[in-house]
């Protein structure tokens, strides 16, 4: 064999031989004579070129240990050539010894490589950072870790044999010690205690010495009515945890697995997963629309419970905006017979005149009513009260109802207070309950979200007359489901389930065990659960819920199983509850073909069981479901282009908190910032002569746009300067006197306060409402009051994608009675490039119709000038064959056409200048008056002025879903109406977008939602 070809791992041309490890010499070794025996000597060859010598030190042992597992020992071929004979043996033996040396040293380096087994986590697991810990990789792994780390010579650690470095840990370490030997004799001291009195024949004590009389359960947790109850006890050692805030019921599996809120910053006052650890941006997008399923803990939810007569709880939901004539008529019986639920804003009136302000969003699902029998069958509960009153002569009591209201934790105690409120007023009185640690939930979504819930929810009961057959057969028949949107809107399913540790852990969903297609198709057709007959909810039963929490342990989970055949599912037995739980299908009210929502409901005890099981249900398209966390949720909604609460709803108090500690912290980081890296607010340069972002560059200043405090913050006037322009308000409405002092960069509380007052001034318009205005058009007899909001959402026309704060623009638009535009002329030659009225190198007109060039005012045009910028259509006309011709871009300038409403004079001079004029150089001169610091703007329009201004964004992103920049704002009702009456309903949707602390905008279209 060829010592140059003996070593595969090398990267160099020539070997070198050598009898030891490398040197680092560039000597190479010769060869021996053969010995007297014959055989030859062997020796190393190492493929390469000559490393230097190495260094002292680890790094320097470390690369000797690569040079020499990289070694491969060969011998000479002419060690087999003897009278220029060749020796068949001795060749054959040499060959052998030479394919056993490259054996070894692939092995070696496959040993020695730098991969350790810490870094061979996959990804989609959970980190695990202490790699001096072999009890933090899997099992399988921890072996290679001891062995690794043992040759590597790295110092292992282990928690119980850390000793104190300070001299406070080491005093509490001495403490600790001495506590647990004085728990330890009191406990053995008990204990004989305890045998004492046994043999005696006494009763037996427990360790506090306590008699053990009667073995009772544990006591059923109180939920008080009408009042606030506390969160569930938890365990000692996470007790101090958890005193500001409370824990999701699997909050120990998403601390390892997510980025949770800061420990003293709770959100909502609860411990949220905010991300998962790995990038999931794409991997969500994909499991949501193409295949897979997206779940999270949607436990932080808050449940309310209110119960009363029927008549009193109409009228509550009624206070609470609940009017529609399709909730109180015949189209909302289904939803009052609790076969389907009602999600939307809820509302409370403020002051007289019947102004409302909304809450925040919430969905109703009322307990069904137990049937009547007919009069030859057995009756009910009811109907036998009923009876009993009646042959008593007492008057007849009047039907109990009981409902479920499901709000968000940022607007819960404001909706807990409101119902509070009108639960007094009622007579016969109304009682509401507060169930957020009382029921959990769980939210699914994605095309696999049908088959992860019906691998995991198995049905308790097994007789066919049980009073959840009817669901159950239902919900058995979805498993072709691949869409919860396509189920009947707002579809509810009710029934009790196995322990889903009994079949943990759980298997892969046949696709084909709902039957046919067709039974399918005609099962969401023709919605069995419509015609009635539906029993009460198990999940409104306090009682069911406490029996359900009562799970058994783990460890008696797993002794069972050890006794259990392999693979074999646990039978049900009575120590094991049914868990009641509550199914509600959801679509986006946006777009029709999106991808629907599974809402589970649960007691808050059975959440880990069914998230641990969910979690490692293999699905048949391949993987597990992906975890979700409140910045998914929040991108799912933006895809579906949907507002998310509360950052998309800035007119309630929800709304108004979020923004302005977003606010606060924009601002913390623009403080952090050095001032070579932050944008100066006061030196923006937004063209035609006007310096200074519009309003508060941080924050979506709604306060501004109205005009209600005011305009930037005074400790900022340093840093951002008052807002010049020519529409920027003069005489603010707000008495507030501006504060002095404070930070350049933070916020008084005086400023805070301000902006509070001045934000819960705004009101939301719905979008029936803004419908209703938009059809009464031009005679609006009712106009909406100036402090009125709408969610809009956007769409970029060609570029652009917008961030939060960005502000939104109209297009300017010619009052009646005003000035003609000025002309604006295509240069000749040049594609696309516009001379405008402000441009020193544009055509003069008389002063009676052109601007100066040195005024500093935005162009006439400016609104044709961003009309012009839509895209053109790329065919017009039909020829010949039947085909639509291509009109690109000609070469040839077309002639510019005459402005509409100009005297016969201008007419002339215009055609004159045309003809004579001579072709302005390329690229054109700059504009003298704006755009100095960016070069090729000058083809672009500049942003409307400030009384333009519509609103602001409040989410905007490049959308997965549109291929294009999308965004949710929120703009002012009254301008829209005005933009839409003056350029008509199609032009009037037309807006410029311009990111804060940018000068160039974008062209969108935006839509109510």
């Known amino acids: 064999m060829d010592a140059k070809r003996s070593g595969p791992l090398g990267k160099g041309t020539e070997s070198k031989k050598r009898k030891a490890p490398p040197t680092g010499t560039d000597a190479a070794a ?73 054996e070894d ?60 470095r300070t001299t406070r840990a080491r005093i509490r370490a001495e403490t600790a010690k001495k506590l647990g030997i004085l728990a330890e004799k009191k406990k053995k001291r008990l204990r004989q205690k305890a045998a004492a009195a046994a043999a005696a024949g006494g009763a037996a004590l427990t360790d506090k010495g306590a008699k053990i009389l009667v073995d009772t359960r544990p006591a059923r947790p109180k939920i008080r009515r009408d009042a606030l109850n506390e969160p569930p006890k938890a365990q000692s050692k996470f007790r101090k945890r958890q005193i500001n805030k409370t824990w999701l019921p699997t909050h120990l599996w998403h601390a390892k697995r997510a980025t949770m809120t800061e420990p003293s910053k709770p959100l909502w006052r609860f411990a949220i997963p905010l991300t998962p650890t790995e990038k999931c941006y794409r991997p969500t997008h994909r499991a949501v629309g193409q295949k897979g399923v997206v779940v999270w803990d949607a436990s932080y939810m808050s449940t309310i419970g209110l119960y009363g007569t029927a008549e009193g709880v109409e009228r509550v939901l009624k206070a609470l905006g609940l009017t529609q004539e399709s909730l109180w008529g015949a189209r909302g019986q289904k939803w009052r017979a609790g076969v389907r639920k009602w999600t939307g804003l809820v509302s409370k009136p403020i002051g007289g005149g019947g102004s409302r302000r909304d809450i925040g969003p919430a969905t109703i699902v009322w307990n069904p009513q137990a049937p009547t029998r007919s009069d030859d069958g057995p009756t009910t509960t009811e109907t036998a009260e009923a009876a009993a009153a009646a042959a008593a002569g007492a008057p007849p009591k009047k039907p109990q109802r009981q409902l479920l209201i499901r709000t968000h934790p940022s607007c819960f105690l404001e909706l807990f207070e409101e119902l509070l409120k009108l639960a007094k007023m009622q007579t016969p009185r109304l009682h509401i309950e507060d169930l957020r640690f009382e029921i959990g939930s769980i939210e699914l979504t994605g095309p696999a979200s049908t088959e992860t819930l019906m691998g995991i929810l198995q049905p308790y009961h097994t007789k066919s007359d049980n009073k959840d057959e009817r669901h159950l057969r239902v919900f058995r028949s979805l498993a072709g489901v691949t869409n919860p949107a396509s189920l009947p809107k707002d579809a509810v399913l009710a029934f009790s389930v196995q322990d889903p540790r009994l079949s943990y852990p759980p298997r892969r969903v046949d ?147 979020w923004e302005l500690e977003q606010r606060d912290k924009r601002r913390r980081d623009w403080d952090r910032r050095p001032k070579g890296k932050r944008i100066e607010w006061n030196s923006l340069d937004l063209g035609a002569g006007r310096k200074g972002e519009v309003g508060d560059g941080l924050a979506c200043d709604f306060a501004h746009l109205f005009a209600l405090s005011p305009a930037p913050a005074p400790e900022l006037s340093e840093k951002t300067g008052p807002t010049s322009g020519p529409g920027a308000p003069q005489q603010p409405l707000a008495a507030t006197a501006p504060t ?17 007052a001045a934000l819960g001034l705004i009101r939301h318009v719905p979008k029936p409402t803004f419908t209703s205005w938009l059809a009464a058009l031009p005679d609006l007899g009712n106009p909406p009051a100036k402090c009125s909001l709408i969610t809009i959402h956007l769409t970029f026309i060609t570029r652009g994608v917008a961030n939060t704060c960005a502000r939104i623009y109209r297009l300017p638009s010619r009052k009646p009675g005003a000035a003609p535009p000025v002309p604006t002329l295509p240069l000749p030659g040049v594609e696309g490039v516009e001379v405008f009225a402000t441009d020193p190198s544009s055509l003069s007109l008389s002063s009676s119709t052109a601007a100066p060039a040195s005024t500093k005012s935005l162009p006439r045009d400016l609104g044709d000038q961003w009309l012009r910028q839509l895209p053109q259509p790329k065919h017009s006309g039909v020829t010949r064959g039947g085909q639509r011709p291509q009109l690109g871009r000609s070469r040839v300038p077309v002639p510019p056409r005459m402005p509409a409403g100009i005297d016969m004079a201008t007419r002339k001079k215009l055609l004159a200048q045309s003809i004579v004029a001579t072709e302005l150089p390329y690229p054109p001169p700059k504009p003298g008056n704006y755009n100095h610091n960016h070069r090729h703007q000058h083809h672009h329009p500049l942003c409307p002025g400030e009384e333009d201004l519509l609103g602001f964004v409040t989410s905007g992103a490049f959308s997965l879903s549109e291929g294009r920049g999308t965004a949710i704002g929120s703009i002012s009702a009254d301008r829209a109406l005005e933009a839409i009456r003056d350029a008509g309903a199609r032009t009037g949707k037309l807006c410029v977008v311009r990111n804060a602390g940018e000068s160039v905008g974008w062209l969108a279209r935006w839509e109510v939602v």
């Open 30 to 102: 010769k060869s021996r004579p053969p010995n007297n025996n014959g055989r030859s000597t062997a020796t190393t060859v190492t493929t390469g070129t000559t490393a230097p010598a190495p260094t002292a030190g680890r790094f320097g042992a470390k690369r000797v240990k690569f040079q020499d597992a990289r070694n491969i020992r060969t011998q000479p071929a002419d060690a087999a050539l003897e009278d220029g004979k060749l020796d068949l043996q001795k060749f054959l033996n040499a060959r052998e010894f030479e394919i056993k040396a490259l």
């Open 740 to 756: 002095t002092g404070g930070t350049a960069t933070g916020t008084t509380a005086g400023t805070t306060v301000a902006a509070k």
């Open 511 to 657: 696709s084909s065990s709902g039957g046919p297609a067709g039974a399918l198709l005609e099962t969401l057709a023709n919605w069995p659960l419509d015609d009635g007959g539906v029993e009460p909810f198990d999940i409104f039963c306090r009682d069911r819920r406490h029996e359900a929490s009562r799970l058994p342990s783990q460890k008696a989970i797993n002794r069972r199983k050890g006794v259990n055949p392999s693979g074999e599912p646990l039978p049900v037995t009575k120590a094991d509850p049914p868990v009641p739980v509550l199914l509600l299908a959801s679509r986006p009210s946006t777009d029709g073909q999106a991808q629907g929502t599974w809402t589970l409901l649960a007691p808050w005890k059975c959440v880990m069981p069914l998230w641990y099981s969910m979690m490692r249900l293999p699905l048949s398209t391949g993987g597990n479901p992906r975890l979700g966390g409140l910045n998914e949720q929040r991108q799912i909604a933006f895809e579906h282009s949907a507002p998310w609460f509360p950052a998309d709803y800035p007119a309630t108090d929800a709304g108004r908190e």
């Open 105 to 164: 040293s692939m092995r070696k380096c496959k040993s020695t490589n730098a991969s350790r087994v810490f870094q061979q986590v996959p990804r989609a697991l959970r980190r695990r950072t202490a790699s001096h810990n072999a009890r933090r990789v899997p099992k399988r792994l921890r072996e290679r870790a001891k062995r690794e780390m043992l040759e590597d010579n790295t110092p292992t650690v282990e928690a119980r044999k850390r000793r104190p």
